[in-house]
Structure formats: C-alpha cells, structure tokens
C-alpha cells in the first residue's frame, strides 16, 4: 500500500515538474512573474498544508480512547502488561505514523511546486518541519481530548473548540486589543497561534515582515497619510 501511495505521489509530481522544465526555460516573464508573487504562493502552499493536517491529526486522534471506552475495550488494554506510557505512545503513533508519511510523500510535490514558482527550498523544508511539529501537537490534543471526556462526540467538540481557539480566536481578541489600545499589537496571536510561526517563515527577509512586528498607532497612520507610497503599503 506504502508502495503505491508513493508511486501515485511520484505520478503526480511528474507533469508538474515537465511544465517547471519548460516554464523556467522557455523565458524571463514566467520567472519575473513568479518572483513577484512568491509569498502569496507560498504562503497559499503553507497555509493549505498546515490547515490539511491539523484538521487530519485532531480527527485521527480524538477519537483513539473514547472509541476504546464505549466499546468497552479500555479495561482490556490497560490489564495487559503494557504500561501506561506504552498505551499512549502506541496510540499516538497509530495517529502520527501514517500522516508522517502522507506529508513526507508530498514533500517531492512541494519540492517540485518549489522549483516551478521559484520559492525558497530552505523555507519549504523549515514549513514541513514545523508541521510536523504541528502535528505532534494536535495529535497530542486529540488523545488528551480522547481520554479526559471518554465521549467521542465530547472530545471531538472539545478538541475543535480548542483549536478554534488558539487559530480564530487569537486573531478575535487581538482585534479587540488593537481597537482598544489604537495600535497594532499582536500579542496572543504571537504566543499562542500557530499560523503566527508559519507567518513568519513565509515572510522571513520579505519588506514585509517588518511592519508585521512594528507596533503602529492610528495616529502615527493619520500624520502619514498623505505619503502615497505608506498608504500603498495599507
């Protein structure tokens, strides 16, 4: 099965990396067009696969002791000689070890994406590191989830909820900060969204990534808004 997956995976990279061929040498337009537009491709690219597996690791893993308890197989499990930290490691595997090897196989295909639209190898390779890291994370979500409620229907609300949170709900409190104290400081959303990080690989070096990190007050906005190139950049 292992085979084929990667096999279809290699089928697939394979017309995209022949139209990469013939793009990148058929003319300088493709490659100034590509460069232009970098960040929104790969920031399109990383936000896709971030979103894919995060929702893929929560949805693989709350359900892993909840399903164990109602179907009355948990006593089972934990009277054999397996410890604990077994139990959990080999649930936690069963929900890390296939979609390790879902991203890894697309990584060619990002690779490949990569070399088309000219974007970073290093920041791609630095973005499927950090989703693995990701992943780890909300896997870990998940079986907490799983075996503090031992409902599946709860953990899996309380699981998306808490994702919810962390990615929607940043950015709704650091709204409402930034409206209260009239300048732009993202706080929580640095310390506790995971897209923040992802953010900021994507716009690491970029002109950009400067005025995500300066704090700007809405009086600062207003002496400058005569200035043509400030407001292009608003």
């Given at each position: 099965?292992?085979?084929?997956?990667?096999?279809?995976?290699?089928?697939?990279?394979?017309?995209?990396?022949?139209?990469?061929?013939?793009?990148?040498?058929?003319?300088?337009?493709?490659?100034?067009?590509?460069?232009?537009?970098?960040?929104?491709?790969?920031?399109?690219?990383?936000?896709?696969?971030?979103?894919?597996?995060?929702?893929?690791?929560?949805?693989?893993?709350?359900?892993?002791?909840?399903?164990?308890?109602?179907?009355?197989?948990?006593?089972?499990?934990?009277?054999?000689?397996?410890?604990?930290?077994?139990?959990?490691?080999?649930?936690?595997?069963?929900?890390?070890?296939?979609?390790?090897?879902?991203?890894?196989?697309?990584?060619?295909?990002?690779?490949?994406?990569?070399?088309?639209?000219?974007?970073?190898?290093?920041?791609?390779?630095?973005?499927?590191?950090?989703?693995?890291?990701?992943?780890?994370?909300?896997?870990?979500?998940?079986?907490?989830?799983?075996?503090?409620?031992?409902?599946?229907?709860?953990?899996?609300?309380?699981?998306?909820?808490?994702?919810?949170?962390?990615?929607?709900?940043?950015?709704?409190?650091?709204?409402?900060?930034?409206?209260?104290?009239?300048?732009?400081?993202p706080v929580t959303t640095m310390l506790l969204n995971p897209l923040a990080s992802i953010l900021a690989v994507v716009f690491a070096g970029s002109e950009y990534f400067r005025f995500m990190l300066i704090s700007v007050s809405y009086t600062h906005l207003r002496a400058h808004e005569t200035s043509l190139h400030l407001v292009c950049r608003l």
């Amino acid at each position: 099965g292992i085979l084929k997956f990667f096999s279809l995976l290699v089928f697939l990279s394979l017309p995209f990396f022949l139209l990469g061929i013939l793009l990148r040498f058929s003319g300088m337009y493709w490659k100034d067009y590509c460069k232009e537009y970098t960040i929104i491709w790969l920031l399109i690219i990383s936000l896709l696969q971030f979103i894919y597996f995060a929702y893929k690791s929560i949805s693989c893993s709350f359900s892993l002791f909840s399903v164990e308890w109602e179907r009355r197989t948990l006593d089972s499990i934990v009277s054999t000689l397996l410890t604990p930290d077994d139990i959990i490691l080999g649930k936690f595997m069963v929900a890390f070890f296939p979609l390790f090897l879902e991203i890894t196989g697309y990584l060619p295909l990002m690779i490949t994406l990569g070399f088309l639209f000219y974007l970073s190898l290093f920041k791609i390779m630095l973005i499927y590191l950090m989703t693995l890291i990701f992943m780890v994370f909300f896997i870990i979500l998940g079986l907490y989830c799983s075996l503090s409620t031992l409902i599946t229907q709860k953990a899996n609300s309380k699981a998306l909820l808490t994702s919810g949170l962390m990615i929607i709900g940043t950015l709704i409190l650091d709204g409402i900060i930034c409206s209260l104290l009239g300048m732009m400081v993202p706080v929580t959303t640095m310390l506790l969204n995971p897209l923040a990080s992802i953010l900021a690989v994507v716009f690491a070096g970029s002109e950009y990534f400067r005025f995500m990190l300066i704090s700007v007050s809405y009086t600062h906005l207003r002496a400058h808004e005569t200035s043509l190139h400030l407001v292009c950049r608003l």
